[in-house]
Nanobody
């Protein structure tokens, strides 16, 4: 059974940093493109960043230069390093296997003073 488990969310002040992790199991992790999404209250879920099986990355414009997506295939884990956080980054962040219906349970990120 394929499973994704996110961790690393929390409350942080504006300008602070957090690192999210998503541990995958039950799949050949290294061959899949992986994505981080977020959903703020009252808004649709949006794509934040993707990393393909070769390590190439893409970001939504609002996080470019602040967020970094990476992966460790030996640990079956994808990361999202979030720097210079803003209140508008507040959302539940989800890990996703691109092209499938598999999502993690989500982790809450709150940016507030």
């Amino acid at each position: 059974q394929v499973q994704l488990v996110e961790s690393g969310g929390g409350l942080v002040q504006p300008g602070g940093s957090l690192r999210l992790s998503c541990a995958a199991s039950g799949m050949m992790f290294r061959i899949y493109n992986m994505g981080w999404y977020r959903q703020a209250p009252g808004k649709q879920r949006e794509l934040v960043a993707v990393i393909d099986s070769g390590g190439s990355t893409n970001y939504v414009d609002s996080v470019k230069g602040r967020f970094i997506i990476s992966r460790d295939n030996a640990k079956n884990t994808v990361y999202l390093q979030m720097n210079s956080l803003k209140p508008e980054d507040t959302a539940v962040y989800y890990c996703h296997i691109q092209g499938t219906s598999t999502w993690g349970q989500g982790t809450q990120v709150t940016v507030s003073s």
